[in-house]
Nanobody, 115 residues
Framework: QVQLVESGVGVVQTGGSLRLSCGAP????????MGWYRQAPGNQRELVAR???????VYADSVKGRFTISRDNAKNTMYLQMNSLKPEDTAVYYC?????????WGQGTQVTVSS
């Protein structure tokens, strides 16, 4: 199993921005589609965005126009730039492969958007 590590925990006001970073092993990173996921209390874990090894992206409807997923293959790192944050974005965010079962879950990073 591949363990992905997230960073970028933070608290931000509504309308603010935050960037999350995730490092992954080089053995899988450059050949895998990667994704950001999130889970709010009482909710199912959901895919927020994904990016292929060549840079093609797909976003959940709830974050389109506000979030941007990117990757730096040279650094084996991917990012999630979150803008215009809403309280509904409050969740634990995770990075993993897409589909998720090709990798493994870390502890995630808490993002809290205050009113």
């Amino acid at each position: 199993q591949v363990q992905l590590v997230e960073s970028g925990v933070g608290v931000v006001q509504t309308g603010g921005s935050l960037r999350l970073s995730c490092g992954a092993p080089g053995s899988i990173f450059r050949v895998s589609t990667m994704g950001w996921y999130r889970q709010a209390p009482g909710n199912q874990r959901e895919l927020v965005a994904r990016i292929s090894s060549r840079g093609s992206t797909v976003y959940a409807d709830s974050v389109k126009g506000r979030f941007t997923i990117s990757r730096d293959n040279a650094k084996n790192t991917m990012y999630l730039q979150m803008n215009s944050l809403k309280p509904e974005d409050t969740a634990v965010y995770y990075c993993n492969t897409f589909p998720w079962n090709l990798g493994s879950w870390g502890q995630g990073t808490q993002v809290t958007v205050s009113s």
